[in-house]
């Protein structure tokens, strides 16, 4: 069998569209964005194998042409929803897999199917994840950037997978992408000033320059900080570094909520993401209002390089 790119599209927040909205007006909402979906991927050349509810699963025989299509799907939806009420916000979040496939009735079946669908729901909003097959079939003389998040357990498979995630804004540099050749005046992490963030929770404590970013949260033991807790998902959360901030990225099942230093302010994320500063803490599985929640405290040192 012939490989071929799987892409799985999904919008999150469609549960508050619902709610803002009532069934009626939102079906037709979440309707018009995944029909919009799948006619962009045909105008790529892919196939829409089926609609999901919220979601749409696409086959590409192309594999540049399935990337491309994830990133303009992100790139028009993206200024689509700019000026969108927060509750009626739905972003996109899309997952690439390459391997073989089985079709039958209609629908197709295989392990980058499961694989494209998994990394949808862990790469959360806005993002596009990629496996190491899709990444290694990119054409040569594209400038598409990606950054190895390294290995990734994929629920249903016994080893994990490599996976990347696609960097398809146009604003974003960072001398931490892969690109196809070397970029002219750009400047070595050495020379810059580095900035560091702690961790807390218990009696553990570890410290991760940028240079270390992303450093994943979780209950998997490959995560760069282990939370052995039943609610801690594998892997539940991100920190990473991003246009000069930390950012911190849900991918868990239950959530992961926020509270800066100094502000009762509670920040619930929900497969979202939210800039750190000023140090606080984070509650994964459950809210703070539960006082036996894990709880991870984070501080800043150093300057900052945005």
């Known amino acids: 069998m012939t490989d071929v790119t799987v892409v799985f599209s999904d919008l999150t927040g469609s549960t508050r569209v619902f709610e803002s909205l009532g069934d009626a007006k939102a079906t037709k909402a979440i309707t018009r964005l995944t029909q919009w979906m799948g006619k962009l991927c045909e105008s790529y050349q892919g196939r ?6 919220d979601g749409v699963l696409i086959i590409f025989q192309d594999n540049q042409a399935a990337v491309d299509a994830a990133i303009e799907m992100q790139r028009v939806h993206s200024q689509r929803i700019a000026s969108w009420p927060e509750q009626l916000k739905m ?11 089985v079709n039958q009735d209609g629908d197709c079946y295989g392990d980058a199917v499961n694989v494209a669908s998994r990394l949808s729901d862990l ?3 806005g993002q596009i994840f990629a496996t190491d097959g899709v990444i290694a079939e990119m054409d040569a003389s594209s400038l598409v950037r990606f950054r190895t998040l390294g290995p990734l357990d994929i629920r249903g498979r016994t ?6 995630r696609i960097e398809w804004q146009s604003e974003v540099l960072s001398e931490q992408f892969t690109v196809p050749a070397e970029l002219p005046g750009w400047s070595s992490r050495a020379e810059q000033p580095e900035r560091t963030i702690t961790l807390a929770w218990l009696d553990v404590q570890r410290s991760f320059g940028v240079s270390a970013l992303p450093v ?27 246009q000069g901030t930390f950012k911190l990225e849900d991918a868990s099942s239950y959530g992961t909520w926020l509270r800066f230093a100094g502000s009762d302010t509670v920040i619930a994320l929900r497969r979202q993401d939210c800039v750190l500063h000023d140090g606080g803490e984070i509650a994964l599985g459950a809210g703070f209002d539960d006082f036996s929640v894990p709880t991870v405290s984070f501080k800043f040192t150093g300057q900052a390089t945005g």
């Open 48 to 53: 829409v194998v089926k609609y999901l509810g």
């Open 91 to 101: 972003h996109l979040q899309i997952g690439l897999a390459r391997g073989a496939v």
């Open 159 to 164: 080893e994990p997978c490599v996976v990347s």
């Open 216 to 242: 994943f949260l979780g209950r998997d033991p490959q995560a760069q900080f282990v939370m052995n807790d039943p609610r801690v998902s594998r892997i539940h959360a991100k920190i990473s570094w991003s």
């Open 123 to 125: 790469s959360g909003a």
